[in-house]
């Protein structure tokens, strides 16, 4: 019995030393006190952590005396540690800690889609763009912006107009017939982004991204290996690119307005013949092809006439743009409210004289902490852009400046009328009436509960709605063939886009104390396109300005809708801070695609080794950091227009009749089995900061394969259809890309800081299936599907040379032997569709209150193929000469670039003017400097007084200096296209287009 009682006494007693513990507890919050809520709390020496509750506060239980590190650490915060001793059993310590926030480059948060993480953390590759490197560069839209500052992101702007949009390719192209351009997502939301909302618009295509105002993003993530764009599963194959709006980022209330004002020129113009040098190169044409006296001179213009003409068209069409922008921002804090509010006026006068683009947004985010676990969030913005058009190419403008309107045209006949007879561009733009206008309006409203301190539900629900209603009038003056006085037209398109997503989310450590968590989502979006127009004659202006109709009016309203149903979800695991796996699951259903391939799926992995933990590195000098990373997943693409998978049919308008009876016929063969494009990719990377990280680098391998590629196939007028979408092709990405950013020099009055990157990417076209190149369409001016070739290789008859005796061309026929006669069937590929590298070099330095900037973009091996010249420099036709006409041959002998002139196609071996060679295909490698900035931060004693915060003035110019060989206007140009095929195919192809523009700006930035 005394033994028993013993042995009960020592366990009770054991178990009352065990539960003697001591107690750690305090807050965690920012600067300006506010709670952190769930920021981690880690003692080391024990391996053992907690998170920080709604409050801000913790408490942890240590069960020993000694010495503990304790380290307190926040996404986007600068992780503190504190060091307490305890020697007496039950103490208790009370810390309380403000973070400071992170400027560190590793601990920087970033948007990974449905989330947000520590770069420190990434298993996959993503690029952050922040506000600042958005807006110093003034650009028609904000993905111009973003040019030269990401690996393996090739942006091409399209052309001087304004408005105008941009090609962006990340990690090349690996589409045909299907859109190639990246998802883009706003705060969420799957934004619209179709260029062909109104078909082949003739080369004037909608750019949908314009209408974003640049003034409210906080930041824009690029999200480019599968690791990171696999959460998006069947829209990811090209890329992501996701942009943040602004918050408040401290409490109280601020206020920020910034004005600019600039001037626009074009990087260069194009050297046109005047009436003296036309006139005698016309004349030579006519006497080279045997005929004598005066030529006749097009437009019904008398030699007489035609002397005492000398129109300078380039001068009539290109002025200097004004550009105005004012841009006035509020944001408050407390310890509930988080609100951004913004409006902004943009008005963006391109060089082209009458060509305009003003835009007029506001914006309103709101959070609100309803209780310590739910918080609602609201985003809307609304905006109103107006494009005042031009006619481009041939049909007007520069455009046409540069083709049919000739130096011996008057714009005006005896200074009142104007000139008809023929070309005058200027006439064209006084008398019709063309203008463009978006309303767009962009919601979303959110709410995320917190179940604890480690799960979370999130709800949204979010409509993009787009409004475009384009006006043209056309007067008689315009038309000769109108029997009334002029026709005005009216086309409008609605495109309503919802989406709804539901996320839950939830973090842990495990027995090891190892971190993981995992996320599970539902995501639904439907959009719906709906078209009328109306048209009437006999009107004296637009459709606004005309009260009474006359009958002659048609109206229609086709519709086309699609759905996505996704299902998601992502796990990660971290063991010890130093290994990181990532899993990523999408499963995706479309009423794109047929009936038997409706649902897709999606998954990737990844895998990250932080090998700066490794004592073998902690002991090599100046590495701070350095991580070694892998992903492969499975992306798809599902931009495709809707039911192409359907059979469809002739309406009973198409003009055919049987027995005087209006019929039907087939012409898109159905394909049930038409599914997703998918794509494969490996990536390896490696990630190191160096010099106590004065130096980040990022060195990227990567393999994307694409299988099922969908082609727009061509069908034999015999199987009784004319096209079928299959999916039929492989195309091969693979590349290399390198990121070097560092901070030079970090002195009190003086800081400089580079950043670099240059990328390679190598592009085949691996397989077309069973087809024939012939039956996949492809892009203008001979690009084509090539197998084992890149996507748009140019397709041309190669040009040899002149020859010297009669200054006829010489051709190569298709086994490389000289001929006169130029012939479509000897056609092959030729050039480089793509650079070897494309790049951008970032220069910043701050000198005292100065600061100066200065960012060069650069592209290395790319050919351009300048369709334009085939007639300015070849066939003496109703076009005007470019002054490189002047080598040309004239007599026996003479060795020149260009053959003789002539009017007549048969003497260049051809029975078209239109004669595509290799002659018009020249490198377009070039350096320019994009963008110079000097700024001067007026300082805080000398605005104390005015209740400013902050002052700043920028001068900046753009574009100012471009280094080339190309002979063209601009050798960073992309012709409009017809559609998404010919966007894919037809990316080195110029013609007619406008140069870009080069701009000087004044702006005032005010913070109070």
Not at 707 to 716: A, K, R
């Amino acid at each position: 019995m005394y033994k028993k009682f013993l042995i009960l006494v020592f366990i009770t007693c054991g178990f009352g030393l065990m539960t003697i513990a001591q107690t750690i507890l305090g807050s965690v919050s920012d600067q300006d006190g506010n709670p952190l809520s769930f920021s981690s709390v880690y003692i080391e020496e024990i391996q053992k952590g907690t998170s920080v509750d709604f409050e801000g506060n913790f408490e942890i239980k240590i069960n020993q005396t000694g010495t503990f590190n304790i380290v307190f650490s926040y996404i986007g915060y600068k992780s503190e540690k504190r060091t307490i001793t305890f020697i007496n059993e039950s103490a208790r310590e009370v810390l309380n800690i403000q973070l400071k926030e992170e400027s560190s480059y590793l601990e920087e948060a970033i948007v990974t889609g449905y989330s947000v993480d520590r770069r420190r953390d990434l298993t996959g590759t993503i690029v952050k763009i922040d506000a600042k490197d958005i807006t110093d560069i003034p650009t028609p839209s904000f993905e111009a912006a973003l040019q030269g500052k990401a690996a393996g992101v090739q942006i091409t702007q399209g052309s001087g107009m304004a408005g105008s949009s941009s090609v962006v390719r990340i990690r090349g192209v690996a589409s045909i017939s299907a859109g190639g351009d990246p998802l883009y997502v706003l705060d969420g939301i799957p934004v619209t982004q179709d260029y062909f909302i109104k078909g082949n618009s003739g080369g004037m295509n909608n750019n949908p991204l314009a209408t974003l105002n640049p003034n409210d993003i906080e930041s824009i993530e690029i999200l480019k290996d599968a690791a990171a764009t696999g959460i998006y599963g069947s829209r990811g194959a090209n890329g992501v690119i996701l942009i943040t709006t602004k918050k408040a980022n401290k409490k109280g209330i601020s206020y920020d307005f910034t004005s600019r004002i600039g001037f626009s020129t074009p990087t260069a113009l194009p050297r046109m013949t005047d009436t003296d040098s036309y006139l005698l190169l016309y004349q030579e044409a006519w006497e080279n092809d045997g005929n004598v006296g005066l030529a006749p001179l097009p437009g019904g213009i008398s030699w007489e006439d035609a002397i005492n003409n000398n129109t300078n068209w380039i001068n009539e069409t290109v002025g200097v743009g004004v550009k105005n922008a004012y841009s006035y921002s509020v944001k408050y804090k407390n310890e509930d409210f988080n609100i951004y509010s913004n409006i902004s006026y943009d008005i963006n006068d391109s060089y082209l004289v009458g060509n305009s683009y003003e835009r007029l947004s506001g914006r309103l985010n709101c959070d609100y902490k309803y209780s310590d676990r739910l918080t609602i969030s609201g985003n809307l913005s609304r905006s109103i852009g107006t494009n005042n058009r031009i006619d481009g190419a041939w049909s007007g403008g520069l455009g046409e400046a540069m083709s049919t309107a000739l130096p011996i045209y008057p714009v005006f006949i005896n200074d009142s009328s104007y000139f008809q007879g023929a070309s005058n561009p200027v006439r064209t733009r006084d008398l019709k009436q063309w203008t463009n206008i978006e309303r767009r309006d962009i919601y979303n409203l959110s709410a995320i509960y917190r179940v604890n301190d480690k799960m979370y539900l999130k709800g949204s629900a979010s409509q993009d709605l787009m409004n475009f209603q384009e006006d043209i009038y056309i007067p008689q003056l315009l038309n000769p063939f109108f029997n009334h006085a002029g026709q005005a037209s009216r086309y409008n398109t609605r495109i309503e886009n919802q989406n709804i997503n539901l996320i839950s989310g939830y973090s842990d450590n495990d027995i090891f104390n190892n971190k993981y968590s995992f996320l599970v989502g539902y995501e639904y979006q439907k959009s719906q396109n709906q078209y009328s127009s109306i048209s009437t004659n006999n009107v004296l202006g637009p459709i606004n300005q005309v009260s009474d109709l006359d009958t002659t009016i048609e109206l229609s309203t086709p519709s086309s809708r699609y759905a996505f149903l996704s299902y998601f979800t992502r796990g990660k695991y971290n063991i010890k801070d130093k290994f990181y796996l990532q899993g990523t699951m999408r499963v995706d259903g479309s009423s794109r695609f047929g009936s038997n391939n409706i649902y897709g799926y999606f998954p990737s992995a990844s895998f990250a080794y932080i090998l700066s933990e490794e004592s073998f590195i902690k002991r090599v000098d100046n590495i701070n950091f350095l991580k070694f990373k892998v992903s492969y997943g499975k992306t798809g693409n599902a931009n495709i227009p809707n039911d192409q998978w359907r059979a469809t049919f002739s309406d009973t308008t198409n003009s055919i009749s049987y027995n005087n009876e209006p019929i039907i016929f087939p012409i898109r063969r159905e394909n049930p089995d038409l599914k997703w494009e998918s794509s494969k990719t490996l990536d390896i990377g490696i990630e190191g900061g160096l010099y106590d990280d004065r130096v980040h680098f990022t060195l990227e391998a990567y393999r994307k394969y694409s299988e099922g590629v969908i082609m727009d196939i061509s069908l034999p007028p015999s199987s009784g259809f004319t096209s079928y979408w299959d999916n039929v092709g492989e195309i091969l990405n693979k590349g290399i890309e390198l990121s070097l950013a560092s901070h030079n020099i970090e002195k009190p009055n003086f800081n400089w800081s580079t950043n670099f990157n240059i990328a390679h990417n190598y592009n085949e076209i691996v397989s077309i299936g069973p087809y024939s190149e012939d039956a996949v369409a492809g892009g203008t001016n001979d690009t084509r599907v090539v197998v084992g070739m890149p996507v748009g290789t140019n397709f041309l008859v190669r040009f040899s040379h002149v020859d010297p005796d009669n200054g006829r061309p010489i051709y190569l026929d298709i086994n490389g032997n000289e001929t006169y006669d130029w012939d479509p069937a000897n056609r092959v590929p030729v050039g480089n569709v793509l650079p070897d590298f494309v790049g951008g070099l970032t220069n910043t330095f701050s000198i005292k209150n100065f600061d100066i900037g200065l960012v060069l973009t650069f592209q290395v091996g790319a050919d351009i193929y300048d369709s334009s010249s085939k007639r300015q420099l070849g066939v003496v036709t109703d076009w005007n000469f470019d002054e490189r006409i002047y080598d040309r041959w004239r007599e026996p002998g003479d060795i020149a670039t260009y053959p003789l002139l002539t009017m007549d196609p048969l003497t260049y071996g051809a029975s078209t003017p239109w004669i595509n060679t290799d002659l018009w295909l020249h490198d377009g490698s070039y350096l320019r400097f994009r963008n110079f900035s000097l700024a001067y931060n007026v300082p805080k004693s000398k605005i104390k007084d005015w209740k400013i915060d902050k002052m700043r003035v920028e001068l900046s110019a753009t574009n100012f200096l471009t280094i080339t060989k190309y002979p063209g206007l601009d050798p960073e140009i992309a012709r409009d296209f017809e559609d998404n095929a010919d966007r894919n195919m037809s990316a080195n192809i110029t013609f007619l287009t406008p140069p870009q523009e080069k701009t000087v700006n004044l702006s005032i930035n005010l913070s109070f």
